[in-house]
């Protein structure tokens, strides 16, 4: 009977045991986290992102910055700012995430959050706005600690443009790099890549576009403020415009219009068509200012040459027609009313009335003589007294018409005298502007 418990206790305990180990197969095993994930808690286990990350706290961390130029969006000459797109990149050492490759299955280099690490409080003084730029919230670690912080940056700058020779302007934009509140003791600048390679560097710019990249050069100094010294480093973005679109559709039409307004003044003064034309010349030039006013550049410091050439293209196209008018108006009038002015009077009575009173004396003393040859005639027949009258009548009529038709003939040749000294004066006037333009324009080139 004891042999027999003793068995039942026996098999009792192997059922049990045999059960625990079906119940543990079924259960599933735990995965062993991996290296990467292992590697990163063990960085991050007690790292504080709030402390410069130097075991010496008397040393200083440098932050090594690189810039690649992209594009220029936009400049707004009215705002004072240009927009652009850049590739920036920071890499500085982090004494607290060093680890050995060998011990986590040789893993070099791995991504952090860039929020769970510290990161250095540079900033560029001429921000005004951060545009649509992607946020990258990560960076790269490597096992000996270097960090790279590689993000692309649309920025709207300040800048001081200097839009005088639109459109063949050159500008100089600068982005100042510097540490908010650190100063170089504890962060200080360098450049990751040499001054030349970074100046020369257009293989990222695209070039098709409006503005040429001309260089980037870029320099180190340090300020004093608040009696502590900071390091700053500026790049400086020299850009020019390319001027083919507004020489096309802006110089050129306009230059075109004043050769017309020219060649204008060829057209008869008598003919009634030369106002005309130049009323319609001038009211195109007019359509196509108020078309092309968005092309120009908005500015309140200084009015761009381009903007004086227009203004004075439409002075110069109003003293055109002014002058058409005047001498117009002056052929229409009659030479005892234009007698009556005094600029008019000067120029009729040296021009036009020595001569018309000669020819009038002549005429009337013919015109005498022959009515008194008829009074001297003894009493004729009445048929033929009356035929000699009306002969007198007629050789009157035709004297007068004649006298009338070399008056006309006259006043017309005056007014065509007047009619080029106006238009000689006027190309006087319009070389004038032309020359001191091209002054402007040299000396502006030349500075």
Same mark, same amino acid.
């Given at each position: 009977?004891?042999?027999?418990?003793?068995?039942?206790?026996?098999?009792?305990?192997?059922?049990?045991?045999?059960?625990?180990?079906?119940?543990?197969?079924?259960?599933?095993?735990?995965?062993?986290?991996?290296?990467?994930?292992?590697?990163?808690?063990?960085?991050?286990?007690?790292?504080?992102?709030?402390?410069?990350?130097?075991?010496?706290?008397?040393?200083?961390?440098?932050?090594?910055?690189?810039?690649?130029?992209?594009?220029?969006?936009?400049?707004?000459?009215?705002?004072?700012?240009?927009?652009?797109?850049?590739?920036?990149?920071?890499?500085?050492?982090?004494?607290?995430?060093?680890?050995?490759?060998?011990?986590?299955?040789?893993?070099?280099?791995?991504?952090?959050?860039?929020?769970?690490?510290?990161?250095?409080?540079?900033?560029?003084?001429?921000?005004?706005?951060?545009?649509?730029?992607?946020?990258?919230?990560?960076?790269?670690?490597?096992?000996?600690?270097?960090?790279?912080?590689?993000?692309?940056?649309?920025?709207?700058?300040?800048?001081?443009?200097?839009?005088?020779?639109?459109?063949?302007?050159?500008?100089?934009?600068?982005?100042?790099?510097?540490?908010?509140?650190?100063?170089?003791?504890?962060?200080?600048?360098?450049?990751?890549?040499?001054?030349?390679?970074?100046?020369?560097?257009?293989?990222?710019?695209?070039?098709?576009?409006?503005?040429?990249?001309?260089?980037?050069?870029?320099?180190?100094?340090?300020?004093?403020?608040?009696?502590?010294?900071?390091?700053?480093?500026?790049?400086?973005?020299?850009?020019?415009?390319?001027?083919?679109?507004?020489?096309?559709?802006?110089?050129?039409?306009?230059?075109?219009?004043?050769?017309?307004?020219?060649?204008?003044?060829?057209?008869?003064?008598?003919?009634?068509?030369?106002?005309?034309?130049?009323?319609?010349?001038?009211?195109?030039?007019?359509?196509?200012?108020?078309?092309?006013?968005?092309?120009?550049?908005?500015?309140?410091?200084?009015?761009?040459?381009?903007?004086?050439?227009?203004?004075?293209?439409?002075?110069?196209?109003?003293?055109?027609?002014?002058? %058409?008018?005047?001498?117009?108006?002056?052929?229409?009038? =009659? *030479?005892?009313?234009?007698?009556?002015?005094? #600029? +008019?009077? !000067? $120029?009729?009575?040296?021009?036009?009335?020595?001569?018309?009173?000669?020819?009038?004396?002549?005429?009337?003393?013919?015109?005498?003589?022959?009515?008194?040859?008829?009074?001297?005639?003894?009493?004729?027949?009445?048929?033929?007294?009356?035929?000699?009258?009306?002969?007198? %009548?007629?050789?009157?009529?035709?004297?007068?018409?004649? =006298? *009338?038709?070399?008056?006309?003939?006259?006043? #017309? +040749?005056? !007014? $065509?005298?007047?009619?080029?000294?106006?238009?000689?004066?006027?190309?006087?006037?319009?070389?004038?502007?032309?020359?001191?333009?091209?002054?402007?324009?040299?000396?502006?080139?030349?500075?």
């Amino acid at each position: 009977m004891y042999h027999y418990n003793r068995c039942k206790f026996i098999i009792a305990i192997s059922i049990y045991f045999c059960f625990i180990v079906n119940l543990t197969e079924c259960v599933p095993e735990k995965p062993k986290r991996s290296t990467l994930n292992q590697l990163t808690r063990t960085l991050l286990r007690k790292y504080d992102c709030g402390v410069r990350p130097v075991h010496n706290w008397t040393s200083s961390t440098t932050v090594y910055i690189d810039l690649i130029l992209q594009s220029v969006l936009d400049v707004d000459g009215k705002t004072q700012s240009i927009t652009t797109s850049i590739w920036y990149r920071q890499i500085w050492r982090d004494e607290f995430l060093v680890w050995d490759p060998e011990d986590f299955d040789g893993i070099t280099e791995l991504s952090l959050s860039s929020d769970a690490i510290w990161v250095p409080d540079i900033i560029v003084t001429e921000f005004v706005e951060e545009g649509k730029s992607p946020p990258i919230p990560y960076v790269y670690v490597n096992s000996s600690g270097s960090v790279r912080n590689y993000r692309p940056i649309q920025a709207v700058l300040a800048c001081s443009l200097e839009m005088y020779a639109f459109p063949f302007d050159k500008q100089n934009c600068s982005l100042t790099f510097r540490s908010w509140l650190h100063s170089v003791k504890e962060i200080d600048l360098a450049l990751w890549r040499s001054a030349e390679a970074i100046a020369g560097d257009k293989r990222e710019f695209m070039n098709d576009g409006e503005w040429e990249l001309l260089s980037v050069p870029s320099q180190y100094w340090q300020i004093r403020q608040d009696d502590a010294d900071y390091a700053q480093i500026q790049f400086n973005l020299l850009i020019r415009r390319r001027p083919l679109l507004y020489v096309v559709g802006l110089l050129i039409p306009s230059i075109f219009l004043m050769l017309v307004d020219v060649v204008s003044f060829y057209l008869p003064l008598n003919s009634g068509t030369r106002i005309a034309f130049k009323i319609s010349i001038l009211l195109g030039y007019t359509v196509f200012r108020v078309n092309l006013t968005d092309e120009l550049p908005a500015t309140a410091l200084r009015t761009p040459l381009i903007g004086v050439f227009f203004v004075v293209c439409m002075a110069m196209l109003m003293l055109s027609l002014i002058k %058409s008018i005047l001498v117009v108006k002056l052929l229409h009038h =009659s *030479e005892k009313e234009v007698k009556q002015m005094s #600029l +008019s009077a !000067c $120029l009729l009575d040296r021009y036009g009335s020595a001569d018309r009173s000669s020819i009038s004396g002549t005429l009337e003393s013919s015109l005498e003589e022959d009515l008194l040859s008829l009074n001297d005639v003894p009493d004729p027949p009445s048929g033929l007294e009356w035929l000699l009258q009306e002969l007198v %009548s007629l050789r009157m009529a035709f004297s007068q018409e004649d =006298s *009338e038709s070399s008056a006309q003939a006259e006043w #017309l +040749s005056l !007014c $065509l005298r007047l009619d080029r000294l106006l238009f000689r004066f006027y190309l006087l006037v319009l070389a004038v502007y032309t020359g001191t333009l091209l002054l402007l324009w040299a000396r502006w080139s030349f500075t």
